[in-house]
């Protein structure tokens, strides 16, 4: 019987390359910051997960690595107890994202350990293949001062349907989904209006990240209607968007305002969201989003997954934990298609069709790439920051602007 207690933690930030995508709080920096979390075991398994890089996160994860040496890798209430004791005065959310980076490792270093993979763990796979939507954004040329990269200006509708065909294309995604709160809203629904002209069948969703008033998403819903399977986060709040579902049977959903427990009962009690955009890393890790779609289930709740900038690692415990999902009901987000670097050995993972094969092998199936962490990192300790600050990126490009939310 393998020694499945955890001899040592390490966390490896990085950076790695993104493009200049816009959204309602700017635009993404040149290089966003991620971490790299290895649990090793005593007998010298190594399990793998990824979370943020910034400097919340990292510290969390300073602080609770030591404090897991000699916890079994199983044990789940014991990391928790663990979080609650190293992080006794952090945010819920904070502790949820430091313990939830731990416990994706913990559950890979368990299934190498005993030769399963983490969606057998997780209660066995209900789907071949997890299917993934196109995240169509708005976007720059270049980053400022630098060379028009090979997706170009996206700022038109018809910057935004080439946009499309060319991921459709690549990734043969079937839905696609629209990053708003960037220009008028007008605007950005005559971009919808000719995704669905070039694509007449392809599920749309529409996300403003909280960037529109009440009364302009009310004044858009009978443009929306038919148009969209669903709105998300289209004003801030529960209550606000209460008031938007109250007005429309098109579901809203959300990634930004039921992130945690304890956001789920107000959201029952107001009608804000039939649907939650589950997110592993703010969840907790695995369990907690296992029993997230749980609660969905009984409630009658949608269930779909929300995604940020990322690399293979976190896509990996995605496409595991939506495999063993029954009640998945949307495609998922990734920021896959937007990423040019990889830290697993083999390269990006494929999509096919649309979807993604789980990787071969037990855990989640990947494997670190040593050289690529180590560049990744030194891109990380060029940087004199620890926060993302997609604002000030934006204003290289639109001096004038302003963060609002909600802002149209």
């Not at 004044?219 to 529960?238: F, H, N």
């Not at 049977?249 to 107001?270: F, G, R």
């Not at 670097?341 to 494997?367: C, H, M, Q, R, Y």
């Not at 993302?388 to 990126?393: G, I, K, P, T, V």
Request: hydrophobic share 45%; glycine share 10%.
């Amino acid at each position: 019987m393998p020694d499945l207690r955890i001899a040592d933690i390490r966390v490896t930030p990085i950076a790695f390359a993104d493009p200049p995508l816009l959204n309602n709080a700017g635009c993404h920096q040149p290089l966003a910051l991620r971490s790299i979390i290895e649990v090793e075991t005593e007998d010298g398994v190594v399990g793998l997960g990824e979370s943020y890089g910034t400097r919340d996160v990292l510290d969390g994860l300073a602080a609770l690595g030591p404090r897991c040496r000699g916890l079994a890798v199983f044990d789940l209430n014991g990391l928790w107890a663990r979080t609650r004791t190293a992080l006794p005065a952090a945010p819920a959310a904070l502790r949820l994202r430091v313990g939830g980076a731990v416990e994706v490792a913990m559950w890979d270093a368990l299934g190498k350990a005993t030769g399963q993979r983490v969606v057998d763990m997780l209660g066995g796979q209900v789907r071949a293949n997890v299917p993934f939507s196109a995240y169509l954004f708005y976007k720059f040329a270049g980053h400022a001062g630098a060379a028009a990269d090979e997706w170009g200006e996206v700022l038109s509708p018809e910057q935004l349907v080439d946009e499309a065909r060319r991921m459709v294309d690549a990734h043969g995604f079937r839905a696609l989904k629209l990053k708003a709160g960037v220009l008028e809203p007008e605007a950005e629904i005559a971009g919808l209006e000719a995704l669905r002209a070039a694509f007449p069948d392809a599920p749309l969703r529409i996300d403003p990240n909280g960037g529109w008033h009440v009364h302009t998403a009310l004044a858009l819903l009978p443009r929306l209607d038919g148009l969209v399977e669903y709105l998300e986060d289209p004003t801030v709040g529960i209550a606000g968007n209460a008031v938007v579902q109250a007005a429309t049977d098109i579901p809203l959903a959300t990634n930004m305002y039921v992130v945690e427990p304890a956001h789920l009962p107000p959201n029952m009690a107001q009608d804000g969201f039939r649907v939650i955009l589950s997110d592993h890393h703010y969840w907790g890790g695995l369990k907690a989003s296992r029993d997230l779609a749980k609660i969905c289930r009984v409630w009658g709740l949608g269930l779909s997954m929300h995604s940020n900038s990322h690399l293979g690692i976190s896509l990996a415990a995605m496409a595991h934990l939506a495999a063993a999902t029954p009640n998945l009901s949307y495609d998922c987000d990734t920021h896959s298609p937007w990423q040019t670097d990889e830290v697993i050995e083999g390269g990006k993972l494929a999509f096919e069709g649309g979807a993604l094969p789980l990787p071969d092998g037990p855990g989640l199936g990947v494997t670190l790439d040593r050289g690529a962490l180590a560049r990744l990192h030194g891109n990380f300790r060029t940087l004199d920051r620890a926060v993302r600050d997609d604002a000030s990126e934006m204003r290289k490009h639109w001096p004038d602007w302003q963060f609002g939310r909600p802002k149209f």
